[in-house]
């Protein structure tokens, strides 16, 4: 059954003050409900009366009907797929910490814990011994997430938006997922310190830390293996059940890693192959190049990424704007989405007393230049 669903289409309808569909009222009353869960609502511009909210309920797992999903956007072209189709994708889909193994969660509520745990390891005990007062060596605490606003803003010809249609609809999902995605990778690759608005990247610590900030460094095969010494120290293993151990960093940090030699051979690579010292290797020019207390340096991040969480919460809420470039002949989209990012093995003092290093016992970094 062909479903009737346009994004472009819906927004159209809505600037000439039409009605939806049922599909349509499914969509946006189904987005509405989650963020009205998560105590964010759309908030309408000075000129409501055109300038609305379309709120796209995310997914949250296969089988749930959080999210309405369509199989066909508009023409029999898509009902060739097998699969469904989600309105906007998941930005785990094109994530470079995503490809890395970090947990990406979808939440309904404001209030948000993930268990966090202090350490991973079991203990023998002998079958005539008693366990220490202070318990086993494994701690459940909680992360706490709240919501903070990533947006992006798209603008486009009215002329465009007028042709709708399912390729224009893809265009633009596609578009907002991986602005967001962007976004997102830049945060957590990024050097500042957490707020009421932006997550705290990882390479804040050594580069602003009040007792944690270093000089961007020339990397020796000595201090790469330094620095899965100190993330192994600090969660029982790199290889061990249930890790996902890889280095990230940005591809001027690849091309000096490329320049690193592995022991006293001199002539082997540490970076050879997509991998560093036996572990998986990623790049994304999304990684700080400024990182450092000098500012010199490129980010080059290590760590178990699983331990790192990215929670995003309620609906895509998109604001349909006419008026801002309407001399353009433009209409501008405001996509929001809310979001917060954490390690789960936290905090660690940086020696301030308003900040801590959110990613301390799963990850390290060092600037590298």
Known sequence: MKNDFSFTRLAMKRLRGEKLSMTELEVTNLGEKNLRDCDIMPRPGPKAESRFSIPFSMPVNEYGDIMPR????????????????????????????????????????RNFKV?????????????????EEDGATITIGGASFAPKRFYILLDFPMSLLMQG??????????????????????????????????????????????TTKVNAVSPTYDSIVALEKA????????????????????SE??????????????????????KLLDNPAFVSDLVSGSAGADGAGNLLLFGNWKDLCVVQFGAYDITVDPYTLKNNGKV???????????????TQSTGEATQANDYAYS???????
Request: with cysteine.
């Open 70 to 109: 369509i199989r066909a956007l508009d023409t029999q072209a898509y009902m060739i797929q097998s699969e469904n189709l989600y309105l906007i994708n998941p930005i785990s889909e094109k994530s470079v910490f995503g490809l890395a193994g970090a947990t990406f969660l979808a939440a309904q509520h």
């Open 115 to 131: 268990p966090s745990f202090s350490g991973i390891l079991a203990q023998n005990l002998e079958t005539d011994a008693e366990p």
């Open 165 to 210: 249609g399912p390729d224009v609809d893809k265009w633009i999902m596609d578009n907002i997922s991986a602005a967001l995605s962007a976004r997102v990778d830049s945060v957590i690759g990024g050097i500042t310190a957490s707020d009421v608005t932006k997550g705290q990247g990882m390479g804040y610590a050594i580069t602003t830390g009040d």
């Open 231 to 250: 993330l192994g120290s600090n969660f029982g293993g790199i290889n061990i059940p249930g890790s996902s151990p890889a280095f990230i960093t940005n």
């Open 253 to 274: 940090g690849r091309r000096i890693l490329r320049k690193v030699y592995s022991g006293d051979s001199n002539t082997e690579p540490v970076w050879k192959n997509g």
């Open 332 to 346: 501008q989209l405001c996509v929001n989405s809310y979001i917060d990012v954490r390690g789960l093995r936290g």
């Open 363 to 369: 990850f390290g970094a060092i600037a590298i230049k």
